[in-house]
């Protein structure tokens, strides 16, 4: 009998490549200025781009002592974990903080799967029923790429859910979102059990895949995800300004028109880029999605 391998969140991390929805209009300036620029970045230097539109709506606070208009999040930090004889023994700093999301470059973190399946963020789920053609730019993986940022002392946030959620959280670091994976308290019980964690030992023994019944927990009767998981899927990697495409590992064109990926392709080659560069029938994707909204 072959052992299941056991997984920790860490290796998890290792394996969940953030990814980032896109058009092929705002991908020839991104491989022009070799970098995904925010949006106030982008208007501030008079780029023209598509705008695809918020990841999610947003609710918008007021900072009267810096003047700042944009979301309210409390951010985590400084979390340490000891385990005691007895349980654990946690401490956190937690702050709330006004963020303008269009001052930031968004990357999803999580595709959910379902018998080989994806299970997609709603906006990307609607952007692929939706719209004729997207991009999505898949980058290395999650624990490489904040590790880049920390060196080179970018700001970056992992957002956990919806931004508009009642009292959204944010973690300053991933390690601070890992340790806070970790805490053994029921409030927090839920994320684990998305991510079948086994309680007693604190391991994780599948990526982010669901079997029938577990999937069946977490939809309701007409196949919609329920709010709470909905939520979780939502989570974003979220950096100060400008991402360099050097982070990037493909590019996935998402079409029934297969001609593009050669377009994308001519792209890359003009501003000296080497990507690799998949195709994905929309028509295909589709289907696939249909028993999941």
Wanted: aromatic share 12%; net charge positive.
């Amino acid at each position: 009998m072959i052992e299941e391998r056991i997984w920790t969140l860490k290796d998890i991390m290792k394996c969940i490549q953030p990814y980032h929805i896109t058009s092929l209009k705002n991908l020839r300036n991104i491989l022009k200025y070799k970098k995904i620029l925010s949006k106030n970045i982008l208007t501030k230097n008079k780029i023209s781009f598509e705008d695809l539109g918020n990841l999610e709506e947003q609710q918008f606070d007021f900072d009267i002592e810096t003047g700042k208009i944009g979301s309210e999040l409390i951010i985590f930090s400084n979390i340490y974990i000891t385990r005691q004889y007895n349980g654990i023994k946690f401490e956190m700093t937690y702050n709330p903080k006004i963020l303008d999301l269009k001052d930031f470059v968004r990357l999803y973190i999580f595709i959910f799967h379902r018998f080989g399946h994806p299970i997609f963020p709603k906006f990307v789920y609607e952007k692929i029923m939706n719209e004729d053609s997207i991009l999505m730019l898949k980058f290395i993986n999650l624990l490489s790429l904040v590790n880049e940022l920390e060196n080179r002392n970018i700001e970056y946030y992992i957002l956990y859910g919806h931004p508009s959620r009642k009292n959204p959280k944010a973690f300053k670091t991933l390690e601070d979102f890992i340790n806070y994976l970790a805490i053994d308290l029921p409030c927090i019980d839920a994320m684990r059990e998305w991510l079948k964690v086994d309680k007693k030992c604190g391991k994780i023994y599948s990526p982010l895949e669901f079997d029938r019944g577990y999937f069946e927990t977490y939809t309701d009767k007409s196949k919609r995800l329920k709010p709470d998981l909905a939520h979780f899927l939502s989570s974003e990697l979220i950096v100060r300004d400008e991402l360099s495409v050097s982070a990037i590992n493909r590019i996935f064109v998402i079409s029934n028109d297969e001609s593009l990926k050669e377009d994308v392709v001519e792209i890359c080659r003009k501003n000296q880029i080497n990507l690799k560069v998949d195709f994905l029938n929309i028509t295909k994707l589709r289907n696939a999605l249909k028993g999941v909204r």
